[in-house]
């Protein structure tokens, strides 16, 4: 049974570009979430999937903006890129309840330069 | 609004020796569940423990053990006779509920190595 996994693994961009992650989320489970990870940081909520609707969102800007398809994977984008959002960009999945474990992807490395 | 509390930014033990890892939480809330994930050098965050408010037990699992006490909101992670393996970030995390959605709030994370 495959775990979460995210693609790319590593990702080098610039300044004002667009990026798109990947992920696909443990079989069985529907709701996925999304972690920014800056460098010696705790992760950091962006935003959390499920039936195809942001359900909550953290402190980010409308700039990072998600979607979930129907086999419950999951896309995170993130326009005009800035400098300061290079980080590790964490998946996790679960089971939509409020205190399911949530299973984390190796996560996506992104370097904007 | 809910935080947790990792004072200890950097531990370095030698093998054998015991380490304690503190987190401290605050919440507004009567039902809450507390987390702590593993992070290795990969990157991949691996689950731990869950425990919610209204189980104070300790629990132990091997060589690790972790003490929730509500009265100093706080859930202490030891590990026992540590070993090499266990070098790694070490998060502890507070679950909120809010609109049907869960997040975690994490901590700053405590970095642990154990030295041969």
């Known amino acids: 049974d495959a775990g979460v996994t995210q693609s790319p693994t590593h990702l080098i961009k610039t300044r004002g570009q667009q990026v798109t992650l990947r992920c696909s989320p443990k079989?069985?489970?529907?709701?996925v979430s999304w972690y920014q990870q800056a460098l010696g940081q705790g992760p950091q909520f962006i935003f959390q999937?499920?039936?195809?609707?942001?359900?909550q969102r953290g402190n980010f800007p409308d700039r990072f903006s998600g979607h979930q398809y129907p086999n419950y994977s999951s896309e995170l984008n993130v326009n005009a890129l800035l400098l300061g959002d290079s980080a590790l960009y964490l998946c996790?999945?679960?089971?939509?309840?409020?205190?399911?474990?949530?299973?984390f992807g190796p996560g996506t490395r992104l370097t904007v330069l | 609004a809910q935080k947790v509390t990792q004072a200890q930014t950097e531990i370095s033990v030698v093998e054998k020796e015991d380490v304690t890892l503190d987190c401290v939480y605050e919440t507004r809330d009567t039902t809450y569940y507390l987390f702590w994930y593993k992070q290795p050098p990969s990157g991949e965050l691996v689950f731990l423990i869950r425990r919610n408010s209204f189980d104070e037990q300790n629990e132990i699992s091997g060589r690790y053990s972790w003490n929730f006490q509500k009265s100093t909101s706080s859930f202490n992670f030891t590990i026992t006779a540590s070993q090499v393996v266990d070098s790694a970030v070490y998060f502890c995390a507070l679950s909120e509920f809010i609109q049907g959605a869960q997040k975690l709030v994490f901590g700053q994370g405590t970095r642990l190595t154990i030295n041969p």
């Open positions: 996790a999945s679960s089971v939509l309840g409020p205190y399911n474990e949530q299973f």
């Open positions: 999937y499920y039936e195809e609707e942001e359900r």
């Open positions: 079989s069985g489970h529907d709701t």
